[in-house]
């Protein structure tokens, strides 16, 4: 089932961070793992997703993308902390 997202991924605890938006989280997160698509998560080996919030409508998810991209690194650290404290790779959350 698709569904809008905003998601994070990052290098490794406190690394390289992406922030991306999608309406299949799963297939564009294999996408990143995989490296199928040239760019930045393939040159800095951005694989594991940190941190993602799902939402009803693309127009929400993409709004709320924005903001984050926005925000500064410290906030974007302390949002991922406080949802995920061991900065666990949520892959196997969402593909099972």
Not at 17 to 38: A, F, M, N, P
Request: hydrophobic share 40%; proline share 3%; glycine share 6%.
């Amino acid at each position: 089932m698709r569904q809008p997202a905003v998601y994070i991924l990052s290098s490794g605890k406190e690394g390289t961070l992406y922030i991306g938006v999608t309406s299949d989280l799963v297939k564009r997160v294999w996408e990143h793992k995989q490296d199928v698509v040239e760019g930045f998560t393939k040159r800095y080996r951005v694989h594991q997703l940190v941190y993602f919030e799902q939402y009803a409508d693309m127009l929400s998810a993409i709004t709320r993308e924005k903001q984050l991209k926005k925000w500064n690194r410290l906030w974007k650290l302390q949002l991922i902390a406080e949802h995920n404290p061991a900065w666990r790779d949520l892959w196997p959350d969402i593909c099972g």
